[in-house]
């Protein structure tokens, strides 16, 4: 078994609205796994139960082989499973790379916090700006390191937001439609740079994505939700061969 998550038979309703529907997927570890779907099939809310956003109603989630079911997002942040955010409204005065120095550590106190033993808060401040200057460097943001985040382009933003994932010792990272409003040029930096945290540092990525050149550039296997459930998986030419793909997502008319 080489999943490095699990999703077992997890229902989920918000109400009387079933939005996960004894759903069950696997995604293997080093992978570029794709989750595709029409809107409102409940992708957004199956991230936010493997991210441990949300409790689900019945079933499991397992990492690492391991079940997490039910166990805050902030513990596993920790343990390298995160999805990304869209920086806050109140980092967007702060400059490209504090706002790397601000995602707190995965381990011990936030470098913010510390009120303490100013020498060592010194030593702790420069290691952390050296790996945040590092992670610039890596997604192509050097140029713009002391821009306000709030001034960046939106795709800026998005490589800014990978970035911070690679401020802690990350192994699963799920991207919710992080191409939404991403030009061209700066779609094939974030590509790029999913590949290479795929290749040398090992992530497994789960990609919720509209963009379907995106997927098929990115993602194998690919996983297509429907009304809460797994309607399919398979590559992205086995899918889009798919009638039954075809029809949840263009209705009956589409033959
Ligand atoms: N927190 C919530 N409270 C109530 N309903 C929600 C909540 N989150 C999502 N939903 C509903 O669940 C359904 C699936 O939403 P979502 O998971 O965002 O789908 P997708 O990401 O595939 O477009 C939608 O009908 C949405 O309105
Ligand atoms: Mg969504």
């Given at each position: 078994m080489s999943a490095i998550i699990e999703v077992r038979q997890v229902s989920k309703a918000f109400g009387s609205l079933n939005v996960i529907n004894d759903c069950s997927i696997q995604v293997e570890q080093g992978s570029i796994t794709g989750l595709i779907g029409p809107n409102g099939a409940g992708k957004s809310t199956l991230f936010n139960l493997i991210a441990g956003t949300f409790a689900p109603d019945s079933g499991s989630i397992w990492y690492q082989g391991q079940d997490i079911t039910s166990i805050?997002?902030?513990?596993?942040?920790h343990?390298?499973?995160?999805?990304?955010?869209?920086?806050?409204q109140e980092f967007s005065h702060m400059s490209a790379l504090e706002n790397l120095m601000m995602v707190p550590p995965q381990k011990g106190e936030s470098l913010f916090n510390t009120w303490f033993r100013p020498s060592d808060v010194r030593a702790q401040e420069a290691e952390v700006r050296e790996k945040?200057?590092?992670?610039?460097e890596f997604v192509g943001l050097a140029h713009v390191k002391n821009e306000l985040a709030?001034?960046?382009s939106g795709g800026q933003k998005k490589l800014l937001e990978l970035g911070r994932t690679m401020m802690v010792d990350a192994k699963v990272v799920l991207l919710d439609e992080i191409a939404a409003g991403v030009n061209r040029t700066l779609l094939q930096d974030?590509?790029?740079?999913?590949q290479r945290l795929n290749t040398e540092r090992g992530y497994t990525f789960l990609v919720i994505e509209h963009d379907m050149d995106m997927i098929a550039q990115l993602c194998d296997p690919v996983i297509v939700l429907a009304q809460g459930s797994v309607m399919m998986e398979g590559t992205i030419q086995e899918i889009q061969e798919d009638k039954s793909v075809i029809e949840a997502y263009f209705g009956n008319d589409a033959h």
């Amino acid at each position: 078994m080489s999943a490095i998550i699990e999703v077992r038979q997890v229902s989920k309703a918000f109400g009387s609205l079933n939005v996960i529907n004894d759903c069950s997927i696997q995604v293997e570890q080093g992978s570029i796994t794709g989750l595709i779907g029409p809107n409102g099939a409940g992708k957004s809310t199956l991230f936010n139960l493997i991210a441990g956003t949300f409790a689900p109603d019945s079933g499991s989630i397992w990492y690492q082989g391991q079940d997490i079911t039910s166990i805050p997002a902030n513990q596993l942040f920790h343990r390298g499973l995160l999805r990304t955010f869209q920086i806050a409204q109140e980092f967007s005065h702060m400059s490209a790379l504090e706002n790397l120095m601000m995602v707190p550590p995965q381990k011990g106190e936030s470098l913010f916090n510390t009120w303490f033993r100013p020498s060592d808060v010194r030593a702790q401040e420069a290691e952390v700006r050296e790996k945040a200057l590092e992670v610039i460097e890596f997604v192509g943001l050097a140029h713009v390191k002391n821009e306000l985040a709030g001034n960046l382009s939106g795709g800026q933003k998005k490589l800014l937001e990978l970035g911070r994932t690679m401020m802690v010792d990350a192994k699963v990272v799920l991207l919710d439609e992080i191409a939404a409003g991403v030009n061209r040029t700066l779609l094939q930096d974030l590509i790029r740079n999913i590949q290479r945290l795929n290749t040398e540092r090992g992530y497994t990525f789960l990609v919720i994505e509209h963009d379907m050149d995106m997927i098929a550039q990115l993602c194998d296997p690919v996983i297509v939700l429907a009304q809460g459930s797994v309607m399919m998986e398979g590559t992205i030419q086995e899918i889009q061969e798919d009638k039954s793909v075809i029809e949840a997502y263009f209705g009956n008319d589409a033959h």
